[in-house]
Each structure stands twice: as structure tokens, then as C-alpha cells.
């Protein structure tokens, strides 16, 4: 179960690295990606959505640094 989570966030944040920033309709793919990846884990679907939202908030706007790529900045995010 585990495995199949990992697998998932890596193409999630490999999806990622060609942005140079992060945009809404990234940020809504992975966060969709995200959603399944918990739903198949058994993450209680409240749960799932309140933290996805949360994360969206926190994401939208979100000034990268200069040091940082966009898999990064998601990572820093989540």
C-alpha cells in the first residue's frame, strides 16, 4: 500500500519538475493525483479533502524561491 502511494507521489512531483512555476492547473492535477493516491490508502475521503484544500490554499500564489524547483516548493507545501 505504501509502495503504491510513493510510486504515485514520485510521478506526481516528476510531473512537476518541467513547470518553472507552480500554476492552478498543476496544482489541481497533482492535488487530483494526490486525492487518489490517498483514497486508494484508505485516507478517510473528510480527511482527504480538508487537507487537500488546505494544501491548494497554500499552494495558489506561492512565490517560488530562486533555489528551489516546483517539486520542491510542492514538497516544502505538503
Same mark, same amino acid.
Given at each position: +500500500?505504501? !509502495?503504491?502511494?510513493?510510486?504515485?507521489?514520485?510521478?506526481?512531483?516528476?510531473?512537476? #519538475?518541467?513547470?518553472?512555476?507552480? #500554476?492552478?492547473?498543476?496544482? !489541481?492535477? =497533482?492535488?487530483?493525483?494526490?486525492? !487518489?493516491?490517498?483514497?486508494?490508502?484508505?485516507?478517510?475521503?473528510?480527511?482527504?479533502?480538508?487537507?487537500?484544500?488546505? +494544501?491548494?490554499?497554500?499552494?495558489?500564489?506561492?512565490?517560488?524561491?530562486?533555489?528551489?524547483?516546483?517539486?520542491? =516548493?510542492?514538497? #516544502?507545501?505538503?
Amino acid at each position: +500500500m505504501f !509502495d503504491n502511494f510513493q510510486n504515485k507521489l514520485g510521478r506526481t512531483l516528476s510531473f512537476l #519538475k518541467g513547470t518553472a512555476r507552480l #500554476k492552478p492547473a498543476d496544482i !489541481d492535477q =497533482a492535488l487530483a493525483t494526490l486525492k !487518489d493516491s490517498f483514497l486508494e490508502a484508505d485516507v478517510d475521503f473528510d480527511v482527504t479533502s480538508r487537507f487537500l484544500e488546505s +494544501m491548494k490554499q497554500k499552494a495558489i500564489g506561492q512565490k517560488i524561491a530562486e533555489s528551489l524547483t516546483p517539486s520542491q =516548493a510542492f514538497i #516544502k507545501i505538503l
